[in-house]
């Protein structure tokens, strides 16, 4: 069921008609020029859902979109991802200082398209797509060039008379796209470090704080949408965030903190192993066992024993 006052654009023609602009050329596909997207007047929230995926290439956007509250690398162009059947939510801000006009793409493309392709397999691969609205890539003037060309590629062959090659000319052209869309986010990663880091630090102290005040006992094992919830990023962003960072994910980092702290309170307490396992969410020692060897190569006893 469709919430209140939220639009559901099921086809790209669905889109075409929200924003009043000609039919698409192509039923599956489209590329919409932003600056004749109709403008909405709504300051406060717009929400919608839709059956399509869409990447879209943004400027000057009237209002602000609230992407988070930190400062960005870049101005020329932001970047959003969004899979179909997503929650669109924007919050809009008034603006009255906006001297140049919208521009930019939106590349909308029907999951029917990629029927018969990898990709139908392989998009769900790319966890931008899964990214909220706050983690938008922002690209520099020279990255915005390279993903603008490879969209006015699209363009040209939709547009062109369809033929058996259209359907793969378009898929490696998107392949590509996504492709760099991954190095970008690669480099928007080391380019805010220190407020990745301040993410980092913040998903430590979650930890500590977690596993001091026994809070395992009572909810059990801390879970990633449990943590990115608390950090106010998307599990998806967090967990490519770390990788970046640590090498490893969200929940290969969960693990390492559990088998940090089991190792000090099997060497620093004389807890049994049961009530070790108890403490930090295994409802069954047996698990807690395997899962210590797991990640160790040794039981918590042979462990326990070797340290001493």
Do not use: C
Not at 10 to 17: A, N, P
Not at 91 to 97: G, H
Request: aromatic share 12%; hydrophobic share 35%.
């Amino acid at each position: 069921m469709t919430p209140i006052n939220t639009v559901r654009l099921e086809t790209i023609s669905d889109l075409h008609r929200f924003n009043e602009i000609p039919s698409p050329e192509h039923p599956l596909i489209s590329l919409i020029d932003y600056s004749l997207v109709k403008q909405t007047s709504v300051t406060n929230e717009l929400k919608w859902i839709q059956s399509y995926y869409s990447i879209s290439l943004k400027r000057n956007v009237i209002g602000k979109y609230r992407y988070g509250q930190q400062s960005y690398d870049f101005d020329e162009g932001v970047m959003t991802f969004f899979s179909p059947d997503q929650l669109i939510s924007v919050q809009l801000l008034e603006s009255n200082t906006i001297t140049n006009p919208p521009s930019g793409w939106i590349l909308a493309i029907h999951p029917d398209f990629f029927f018969g392709t990898s990709l139908a397999r392989d998009i769900q691969k790319y966890p931008f797509f899964k990214y909220s609205v706050r983690e938008a890539l922002f690209l520099s003037e020279k990255e915005e060039q390279v993903i603008l060309s490879i969209l006015k590629n699209i363009e040209a062959e939709y547009q062109t008379n369809i033929d058996q090659f259209s359907q793969q000319i378009i898929m490696n052209q998107l392949v590509l796209l996504l492709s760099y869309a991954e190095r970008f986010y690669k480099r928007q990663f080391l380019t805010r470090k220190i407020s990745n880091h301040k993410i980092l630090q913040k998903l430590e102290e979650y930890l500590d704080d977690y596993f001091d005040e026994n809070s395992a006992i009572n909810k059990g094992l801390p879970s990633v949408h449990e943590i990115a919830k608390y950090l106010n990023v998307s599990p998806d962003y967090l967990s490519s965030m770390l990788k970046s960072l640590t090498g490893q994910n969200t929940q290969q980092h969960i693990h390492h903190k559990l088998i940090e702290m089991a190792k000090v309170k099997l060497s620093a307490s004389e807890s049994s192993v049961s009530e070790i396992a108890y403490s930090l969410g295994f409802e069954h020692p047996q698990s807690f066992s395997k899962f210590f060897k797991s990640k160790t190569n040794q039981t918590p006893l042979e462990y326990r024993i070797s340290f001493n």
